[in-house]
Protein backbone atom coordinates (compact mmCIF):
# COMPACT_ATOMS: atom_id res chain seq x y z
CA UNK A 1 0.00 0.00 0.00
CA UNK A 2 1.14 4.00 -1.15
CA UNK A 3 1.67 5.56 1.85
CA UNK A 4 0.74 9.17 0.13
CA UNK A 5 -1.58 11.19 2.45
CA UNK A 6 -1.86 13.98 -0.13
CA UNK A 7 -4.77 12.79 -1.06
CA UNK A 8 -7.56 15.18 -1.20
CA UNK A 9 -10.97 15.26 1.45
CA UNK A 10 -13.94 15.81 -1.18
CA UNK A 11 -16.02 17.61 1.86
CA UNK A 12 -19.41 17.08 0.69
CA UNK A 13 -20.65 19.15 3.81
CA UNK A 14 -18.35 22.73 2.49
CA UNK A 15 -19.86 21.99 -1.04
CA UNK A 16 -23.26 21.24 -0.14
CA UNK A 17 -23.22 24.60 2.55
CA UNK A 18 -21.54 26.72 -0.53
CA UNK A 19 -25.22 25.11 -2.80
CA UNK A 20 -27.42 26.01 -0.18
CA UNK A 21 -26.01 29.88 0.30
CA UNK A 22 -26.56 29.82 -4.05
CA UNK A 23 -29.90 28.63 -2.95
CA UNK A 24 -30.69 31.29 -0.47
CA UNK A 25 -29.47 34.14 -2.20
CA UNK A 26 -31.68 33.15 -5.21
CA UNK A 27 -34.77 32.89 -2.71
CA UNK A 28 -34.06 36.25 -1.24
CA UNK A 29 -34.30 37.88 -5.04
CA UNK A 30 -37.82 36.38 -5.27
CA UNK A 31 -38.52 37.55 -2.15
CA UNK A 32 -37.65 40.58 -3.06
CA UNK A 33 -39.71 40.83 -6.07
CA UNK A 34 -42.62 40.27 -4.05
CA UNK A 35 -42.71 36.32 -5.00
CA UNK A 36 -43.62 33.68 -2.71
CA UNK A 37 -40.88 31.04 -1.93
CA UNK A 38 -40.62 27.71 -3.22
CA UNK A 39 -42.51 25.18 -0.93
CA UNK A 40 -40.97 21.15 -0.98
CA UNK A 41 -43.16 18.90 1.51
CA UNK A 42 -42.56 15.48 2.58
CA UNK A 43 -44.65 12.83 3.38
CA UNK A 44 -43.95 10.68 6.45
CA UNK A 45 -46.06 7.21 6.95
CA UNK A 46 -45.40 5.46 10.16
CA UNK A 47 -42.32 5.87 13.03
CA UNK A 48 -39.16 4.42 11.17
CA UNK A 49 -36.43 6.35 13.67
CA UNK A 50 -34.56 6.42 10.59
CA UNK A 51 -36.97 7.88 8.10
CA UNK A 52 -38.15 10.80 11.09
CA UNK A 53 -34.28 11.66 11.20
CA UNK A 54 -34.32 12.19 7.36
CA UNK A 55 -37.45 13.85 7.11
CA UNK A 56 -36.25 16.39 10.01
CA UNK A 57 -32.68 17.06 8.04
CA UNK A 58 -34.90 17.60 5.47
CA UNK A 59 -37.27 20.31 6.38
CA UNK A 60 -34.48 21.80 8.48
CA UNK A 61 -32.18 22.38 5.23
CA UNK A 62 -35.84 23.59 3.67
CA UNK A 63 -36.24 26.24 6.30
CA UNK A 64 -31.91 27.11 6.29
CA UNK A 65 -32.43 28.32 2.81
CA UNK A 66 -35.65 30.44 2.98
CA UNK A 67 -38.09 27.40 1.49
CA UNK A 68 -41.35 26.83 2.68
CA UNK A 69 -41.55 23.42 4.42
CA UNK A 70 -44.08 20.73 5.32
CA UNK A 71 -44.44 17.41 6.54
CA UNK A 72 -47.74 15.18 6.21
CA UNK A 73 -47.61 12.53 9.22
CA UNK A 74 -50.15 9.67 8.65
CA UNK A 75 -49.77 5.96 10.64
CA UNK A 76 -48.70 3.07 9.74
CA UNK A 77 -52.10 1.60 9.45
CA UNK A 78 -52.71 4.10 6.36
CA UNK A 79 -54.23 2.01 3.50
CA UNK A 80 -53.06 2.63 0.12
CA UNK A 81 -55.79 4.05 -1.69
CA UNK A 82 -55.64 6.72 1.43
CA UNK A 83 -51.75 7.48 0.50
CA UNK A 84 -52.72 7.61 -3.10
CA UNK A 85 -55.67 10.33 -2.06
CA UNK A 86 -52.77 12.11 0.13
CA UNK A 87 -50.79 12.30 -3.31
CA UNK A 88 -53.58 13.23 -5.80
CA UNK A 89 -54.18 16.38 -2.89
CA UNK A 90 -50.29 17.20 -2.78
CA UNK A 91 -50.10 16.59 -7.00
CA UNK A 92 -53.07 19.55 -6.97
CA UNK A 93 -52.48 21.91 -4.15
CA UNK A 94 -50.93 24.90 -6.42
CA UNK A 95 -48.99 26.07 -3.48
CA UNK A 96 -46.67 22.80 -3.26
CA UNK A 97 -43.75 22.53 -5.76
CA UNK A 98 -42.50 19.69 -5.06
CA UNK A 99 -42.87 16.67 -2.47
CA UNK A 100 -41.14 13.43 -1.55
CA UNK A 101 -42.75 10.43 -0.23
CA UNK A 102 -40.26 9.36 2.54
CA UNK A 103 -38.99 5.50 1.61
CA UNK A 104 -39.18 3.07 2.66
CA UNK A 105 -43.84 2.26 3.03
CA UNK A 106 -45.01 -0.19 5.24
CA UNK A 107 -45.51 -3.77 3.95
CA UNK A 108 -49.54 -3.39 3.08
CA UNK A 109 -48.15 -0.30 0.06
CA UNK A 110 -46.93 -1.09 -3.41
CA UNK A 111 -44.37 1.44 -3.72
CA UNK A 112 -44.05 1.47 -7.16
CA UNK A 113 -47.77 2.14 -7.60
CA UNK A 114 -46.86 5.26 -4.75
CA UNK A 115 -43.80 6.48 -6.93
CA UNK A 116 -45.95 6.55 -10.09
CA UNK A 117 -48.47 8.60 -8.44
CA UNK A 118 -46.51 10.98 -7.95
CA UNK A 119 -46.75 14.12 -10.47
CA UNK A 120 -43.55 14.02 -12.52
CA UNK A 121 -43.64 17.90 -12.81
CA UNK A 122 -43.58 17.72 -8.70
CA UNK A 123 -41.40 14.66 -8.05
CA UNK A 124 -38.18 16.31 -6.61
CA UNK A 125 -36.92 13.20 -5.83
CA UNK A 126 -36.34 12.02 -9.79
CA UNK A 127 -38.08 8.83 -9.03
CA UNK A 128 -40.94 8.71 -11.13
CA UNK A 129 -40.67 6.66 -14.10
CA UNK A 130 -41.12 9.03 -16.50
CA UNK A 131 -38.37 11.03 -14.83
CA UNK A 132 -36.07 8.49 -15.22
CA UNK A 133 -36.85 7.90 -18.81
CA UNK A 134 -36.18 11.56 -19.36
CA UNK A 135 -32.56 11.20 -17.55
CA UNK A 136 -32.04 8.28 -19.61
CA UNK A 137 -32.92 10.10 -22.94
CA UNK A 138 -30.86 13.29 -21.75
CA UNK A 139 -33.96 15.80 -21.51
CA UNK A 140 -34.47 18.26 -19.06
CA UNK A 141 -35.99 16.37 -15.66
CA UNK A 142 -35.16 16.15 -12.09
CA UNK A 143 -32.09 13.73 -11.80
CA UNK A 144 -32.51 11.23 -8.73
CA UNK A 145 -31.04 12.91 -5.77
CA UNK A 146 -28.14 11.04 -4.39
CA UNK A 147 -26.54 10.60 -8.27
CA UNK A 148 -27.21 14.54 -8.87
CA UNK A 149 -25.53 14.69 -5.61
CA UNK A 150 -22.61 12.60 -6.48
CA UNK A 151 -22.04 14.61 -10.33
CA UNK A 152 -22.19 18.21 -8.26
CA UNK A 153 -19.89 16.66 -5.68
CA UNK A 154 -17.18 15.68 -8.90
CA UNK A 155 -17.71 18.44 -10.72
CA UNK A 156 -17.19 21.12 -7.86
CA UNK A 157 -13.93 18.88 -6.67
CA UNK A 158 -12.66 19.34 -10.10
CA UNK A 159 -12.32 15.91 -10.75
CA UNK A 160 -12.24 15.78 -14.40
CA UNK A 161 -14.53 12.84 -15.86
CA UNK A 162 -14.03 13.06 -19.55
CA UNK A 163 -12.86 9.58 -21.08
CA UNK A 164 -12.36 8.24 -17.95
CA UNK A 165 -13.18 4.40 -16.53
CA UNK A 166 -15.86 4.90 -13.78
CA UNK A 167 -17.04 1.76 -11.93
CA UNK A 168 -20.29 1.68 -10.23
CA UNK A 169 -20.73 -1.35 -7.49
CA UNK A 170 -24.31 -1.92 -7.16
CA UNK A 171 -27.29 -1.54 -9.34
CA UNK A 172 -30.23 0.13 -7.48
CA UNK A 173 -32.53 2.27 -8.92
CA UNK A 174 -32.06 4.78 -6.72
CA UNK A 175 -27.74 4.92 -7.13
CA UNK A 176 -26.26 2.76 -8.97
CA UNK A 177 -28.19 2.38 -12.13
CA UNK A 178 -29.01 6.57 -12.24
CA UNK A 179 -25.30 7.28 -11.60
CA UNK A 180 -23.94 5.05 -14.76
CA UNK A 181 -26.28 6.25 -16.94
CA UNK A 182 -25.41 10.10 -15.94
CA UNK A 183 -22.01 9.56 -16.34
CA UNK A 184 -21.95 7.68 -19.08
CA UNK A 185 -24.02 10.87 -21.28
CA UNK A 186 -22.14 13.25 -23.92
CA UNK A 187 -21.72 15.89 -21.45
CA UNK A 188 -19.04 17.94 -20.09
CA UNK A 189 -19.66 16.68 -17.05
CA UNK A 190 -19.92 12.90 -17.86
CA UNK A 191 -18.67 11.24 -20.77
CA UNK A 192 -17.02 8.27 -18.71
CA UNK A 193 -16.80 5.05 -20.28
CA UNK A 194 -18.77 2.89 -17.83
CA UNK A 195 -18.38 -0.23 -15.84
CA UNK A 196 -21.48 -1.26 -13.96
CA UNK A 197 -21.14 -3.87 -11.17
CA UNK A 198 -23.51 -6.37 -8.88
CA UNK A 199 -23.48 -8.83 -6.57
CA UNK A 200 -23.06 -11.28 -10.21
CA UNK A 201 -20.21 -9.36 -11.44
CA UNK A 202 -16.94 -12.32 -11.29
CA UNK A 203 -13.48 -11.11 -10.09
CA UNK A 204 -14.58 -7.78 -9.02
CA UNK A 205 -11.46 -6.36 -7.67
CA UNK A 206 -9.83 -6.74 -11.60
CA UNK A 207 -12.67 -4.52 -12.47
CA UNK A 208 -12.46 -2.18 -9.71
CA UNK A 209 -8.97 -1.68 -9.81
CA UNK A 210 -9.30 -0.35 -13.64
CA UNK A 211 -11.42 2.56 -12.55
CA UNK A 212 -10.09 5.87 -12.35
CA UNK A 213 -13.41 7.12 -10.40
CA UNK A 214 -15.18 4.35 -8.56
CA UNK A 215 -18.61 4.93 -6.82
CA UNK A 216 -19.39 2.59 -4.42
CA UNK A 217 -23.31 1.75 -3.40
CA UNK A 218 -23.66 -1.20 -2.51
CA UNK A 219 -24.81 -1.39 1.12
CA UNK A 220 -21.62 -3.23 2.89
CA UNK A 221 -20.12 -1.70 5.62
CA UNK A 222 -16.10 -1.06 4.82
CA UNK A 223 -16.38 -3.34 1.83
CA UNK A 224 -14.03 -2.04 -0.24
CA UNK A 225 -10.44 -2.20 0.31
CA UNK A 226 -6.68 -0.83 -0.88
CA UNK A 227 -6.12 -3.97 -2.87
CA UNK A 228 -8.91 -2.97 -5.36
CA UNK A 229 -7.90 0.75 -6.11
CA UNK A 230 -5.64 1.66 -8.88
CA UNK A 231 -3.06 4.44 -7.42
CA UNK A 232 -4.78 7.96 -7.96
CA UNK A 233 -8.25 7.02 -8.09
CA UNK A 234 -11.20 9.23 -7.56
CA UNK A 235 -13.37 7.13 -4.74
CA UNK A 236 -16.68 8.12 -3.80
CA UNK A 237 -18.41 6.33 -0.73
CA UNK A 238 -22.55 6.12 -0.99
CA UNK A 239 -23.01 3.66 1.90
CA UNK A 240 -23.96 4.76 5.22
CA UNK A 241 -23.73 2.46 8.11
CA UNK A 242 -23.92 2.72 12.06
CA UNK A 243 -21.01 0.06 13.37
CA UNK A 244 -20.30 -0.85 17.03
CA UNK A 245 -17.75 1.17 18.39
CA UNK A 246 -16.49 0.69 22.25
CA UNK A 247 -14.28 3.22 21.89
CA UNK A 248 -16.78 6.05 21.20
CA UNK A 249 -18.77 7.82 23.46
CA UNK A 250 -22.06 6.69 21.67
CA UNK A 251 -20.89 3.31 21.36
CA UNK A 252 -21.07 3.54 17.74
CA UNK A 253 -19.68 5.41 14.52
CA UNK A 254 -20.86 5.78 11.22
CA UNK A 255 -19.03 4.39 8.35
CA UNK A 256 -19.62 3.97 4.92
CA UNK A 257 -18.89 1.18 2.33
CA UNK A 258 -15.29 2.30 2.24
CA UNK A 259 -12.43 1.26 4.43
CA UNK A 260 -11.65 5.01 4.38
CA UNK A 261 -8.06 4.28 6.21
CA UNK A 262 -7.38 1.66 4.16
CA UNK A 263 -8.20 2.79 1.23
CA UNK A 264 -7.23 6.83 1.16
CA UNK A 265 -3.47 6.69 0.72
CA UNK A 266 -3.99 5.34 -2.43
CA UNK A 267 -6.53 7.95 -4.03
CA UNK A 268 -6.31 11.57 -5.49
CA UNK A 269 -9.84 12.06 -3.95
CA UNK A 270 -11.97 10.46 -1.78
CA UNK A 271 -15.56 11.37 -0.08
CA UNK A 272 -15.62 10.89 3.78
CA UNK A 273 -18.67 9.54 5.76
CA UNK A 274 -20.32 11.19 7.11
CA UNK A 275 -19.76 14.25 5.42
CA UNK A 276 -19.77 13.16 1.65
CA UNK A 277 -22.58 12.25 -0.41
CA UNK A 278 -25.33 12.46 2.71
CA UNK A 279 -25.24 15.76 2.56
CA UNK A 280 -25.55 16.43 -1.26
CA UNK A 281 -28.60 14.49 -1.42
CA UNK A 282 -30.55 17.04 0.74
CA UNK A 283 -28.69 19.91 -1.35
CA UNK A 284 -29.73 17.89 -4.63
CA UNK A 285 -33.70 17.89 -3.46
CA UNK A 286 -33.30 21.52 -2.50
CA UNK A 287 -32.11 22.31 -6.13
CA UNK A 288 -35.07 20.22 -7.72
CA UNK A 289 -37.07 21.95 -5.50
CA UNK A 290 -35.95 25.08 -7.03
CA UNK A 291 -36.30 23.81 -10.13
CA UNK A 292 -39.80 22.87 -10.34
CA UNK A 293 -41.10 25.97 -8.20
CA UNK A 294 -39.13 28.14 -11.35
CA UNK A 295 -41.30 25.43 -14.10
CA UNK A 296 -44.32 25.61 -12.41
CA UNK A 297 -43.95 29.53 -12.33
CA UNK A 298 -42.56 30.08 -15.64
CA UNK A 299 -39.76 31.69 -14.29
P1 LIG B 1 -29.24 -1.59 -2.45
O1 LIG B 1 -30.58 -1.29 -3.02
O2 LIG B 1 -29.11 -2.38 -1.21
O3 LIG B 1 -28.38 -2.27 -3.60
C1 LIG B 1 -27.11 -2.78 -3.36
C2 LIG B 1 -26.45 -3.12 -4.67
O4 LIG B 1 -25.15 -3.61 -4.38
C3 LIG B 1 -27.18 -4.20 -5.45
O5 LIG B 1 -27.19 -3.87 -6.81
C4 LIG B 1 -26.33 -5.45 -5.20
O6 LIG B 1 -26.31 -6.35 -6.28
C5 LIG B 1 -24.94 -4.85 -5.04
N1 LIG B 1 -24.08 -5.70 -4.21
C6 LIG B 1 -24.34 -6.20 -2.98
N2 LIG B 1 -23.30 -6.93 -2.55
C7 LIG B 1 -22.35 -6.88 -3.52
C8 LIG B 1 -21.07 -7.43 -3.65
N3 LIG B 1 -20.52 -8.20 -2.71
N4 LIG B 1 -20.39 -7.18 -4.78
C9 LIG B 1 -20.91 -6.41 -5.77
N5 LIG B 1 -22.15 -5.85 -5.68
C10 LIG B 1 -22.86 -6.08 -4.58
O7 LIG B 1 -28.37 -0.26 -2.21
P2 LIG B 1 -28.65 1.31 -2.30
O8 LIG B 1 -30.04 1.65 -1.94
O9 LIG B 1 -28.06 1.82 -3.58
O10 LIG B 1 -27.71 1.78 -1.09
C11 LIG B 1 -26.34 1.45 -1.01
C12 LIG B 1 -25.75 2.11 0.22
O11 LIG B 1 -25.84 3.53 0.07
C13 LIG B 1 -26.48 1.80 1.53
O12 LIG B 1 -25.53 1.78 2.59
C14 LIG B 1 -27.41 2.99 1.72
O13 LIG B 1 -27.73 3.23 3.07
C15 LIG B 1 -26.57 4.09 1.16
N6 LIG B 1 -27.31 5.24 0.62
C16 LIG B 1 -26.85 6.47 0.99
C17 LIG B 1 -27.45 7.60 0.47
C18 LIG B 1 -26.90 8.93 0.87
O14 LIG B 1 -27.57 9.93 0.71
N7 LIG B 1 -25.68 9.00 1.38
C19 LIG B 1 -28.54 7.51 -0.40
C20 LIG B 1 -28.96 6.22 -0.78
C21 LIG B 1 -28.33 5.10 -0.28
P3 LIG B 1 -27.62 -7.15 -6.80
O15 LIG B 1 -28.41 -6.15 -7.58
O16 LIG B 1 -27.06 -8.20 -7.63
O17 LIG B 1 -28.33 -7.62 -5.57
Known amino acids: MSDNTNYKLI???????????????????????????????????????????????????????????????YPETISEKELLEAIDFLNNDSEIDGFIIQLPLPKHINESKIIDAVSPKKDVDGFNPVNIGKMILGFSTFLPATPFGIQMLLERSGVETVGKHCVVLGRSNIVGTPIANMLSRNASNANCTVTLCHSRTPN????????????????????????MVKEGATVIDVGIHRIEDSSSEKGYRIVGDVDFDNVAPKCSHITPVPGGVGPMTIVSLLSNTLKAYSENNNL
Open 11 to 73: DGKKIATEIKSEIAARIKQLEDEGKRAPHLAAVLVGEDGASKTYVASKEKASKEVGFTSSVYR
Open 204 to 227: LAEITRQADILIVAIGKPLFLKAE
